[in-house]
């Protein structure tokens, strides 16, 4: 069974700009739920998805937005890049709370 | 917000020894998760113990869960190179779909 693929796995970008990462999750998982980390902040919810509705959204704010489809895949956006916002991005699937999540490897994103 | 303390912060033994570490909630649980991670990448699951147990075994790996102190510890038995990582636990309150972490333990097992 194909493990959690997140793309792309590194991303350069500037001030300003924007970028969307994305998240495949395990077949027959419906929950992705994405996390923020940085070093100083430890690992910090972004937002769940369940059958593409968000149900729940962390402390962050409206820059950051996602979306899940139809086949579970998940996206999220970050606009208006802050240098602050260099983290590694992690997606997880789970196939409902309360069950264990399985992590894609990150997206590492550098704002310059 | 951050719900897990996990004591300590960093832990350096000697390969072979076994390695401890205490992760501390908040709020009741439905149950409480291990993760491992390795410098810079995705988190592995570890062990889940559900509130109404006390103790979790996988391998090398002892989980125990005392719900009145609001507290988990996570043994690493007969430690390996290949166990430096830092871990992670996360508890699953069951209501708003998310898990709350702690802080993380680093590992570091010296040959």
């Known amino acids: 069974k194909a493990g959690v693929t997140q793309t792309p796995r590194y991303l350069i970008k500037t001030r300003g700009q924007q970028v969307t990462l994305s998240c495949s999750p395990i077949?027959?998982?419906?929950?992705v739920s994405w996390y923020q980390q940085t070093p100083g902040q430890g690992l910090q919810f972004l937002f769940e998805?369940?059958?593409?509705?968000?149900?729940n959204k962390g402390n962050f704010p409206g820059r950051f937005s996602g979306r899940q489809f139809s086949n579970s895949r998940s996206e999220m956006n970050v606009s208006t890049l802050e240098l602050g916002d260099s983290a590694l991005y992690l997606c997880?699937?789970?196939?409902?709370?309360?069950?264990?999540?399985?992590f894609g490897q990150g997206t590492r994103l550098t704002v310059v | 917000s951050q719900q897990g303390e996990e004591d300590p912060q960093a832990l350096s033994i000697q390969e072979g020894e076994n390695a401890t570490m205490n992760c501390s909630y908040k709020?009741?649980?439905?149950?409480l998760q291990w993760y491992r991670q390795n410098s810079g990448r995705g988190l592995v699951h570890l062990i889940l113990i559900r509130s109404n147990e006390r103790e979790k075994h996988s391998g090398r790996l002892r989980v125990t869960l005392d719900t009145s102190k609001k507290s988990s510890s996570l043994l690493i038995t007969a430690s390996r190179a290949a166990d430096t990582a830092s871990y992670f636990c996360?508890?699953?309150?069951?209501?708003?779909?998310?898990?709350?972490w702690g802080a993380g333990t680093k590992l570091i097992i010296k040959p």
């Open positions: 997880a699937s789970s196939l409902e709370q309360n069950t264990e999540a399985f």
């Open positions: 709020t009741s649980i439905n149950n």
């Open positions: 998805y369940f059958s593409e509705t968000q149900r």
């Open positions: 077949s027959g998982h419906r929950s």
């Open positions: 996360a508890t699953d309150a069951g209501s708003n779909y998310q898990l709350i």
